[in-house]
């Protein structure tokens, strides 16, 4: 089992920043693709980006890229979410997730592991 943990959510205002951590904990973390997803009210869960756990290689959705940055540190065990730039459609819960595989990582269904999510809101 890998448990995941979000922190870092909170309110804040249009063109404003935030950084959001997630810390893993129970196997190798480094081992182990690790992605972003959001989900608005009334909204399925979508793609925000992922980190491959081969090559170390990040990825975005066209709706964040250029804002958001994905990075990892494998001996703290954690992984972050830059997010700059911040649009009241970025509002959601955000959700960290971790699986096995290098390939597929836009899908929800690729992952075996996710955090509790922690909420982001952009507002005035």
């Known amino acids: 089992q890998l448990q995941l943990a979000e922190s870092g959510g909170g309110l804040v205002q249009p063109g404003g920043s935030l950084r959001l951590s997630c810390a893993a904990s129970g196997r190798i973390f480094s081992s182990y693709s690790m992605g972003w997803f959001r989900q608005a009210p009334g909204k399925e869960r979508e793609f925000v980006g992922f980190i491959n756990w081969i090559n170390g290689r990040a990825s975005y959705a066209d709706s964040v890229s250029g804002r958001f940055t994905i990075s990892r540190d494998n001996a703290k065990n954690s992984l972050y979410l830059q997010m700059n730039s911040l649009k009241p459609e970025d509002t959601a819960v955000y959700y960290c997730?971790?699986?096995?595989?290098?390939?597929?990582?836009?899908?929800?269904?690729?992952?075996?592991?996710w955090g509790q999510g922690t909420q982001v809101t952009v507002s005035t």
């Open positions: 997730a971790a699986g096995r595989r290098s390939a597929l990582l836009m899908l929800t269904r690729t992952y075996d592991y």
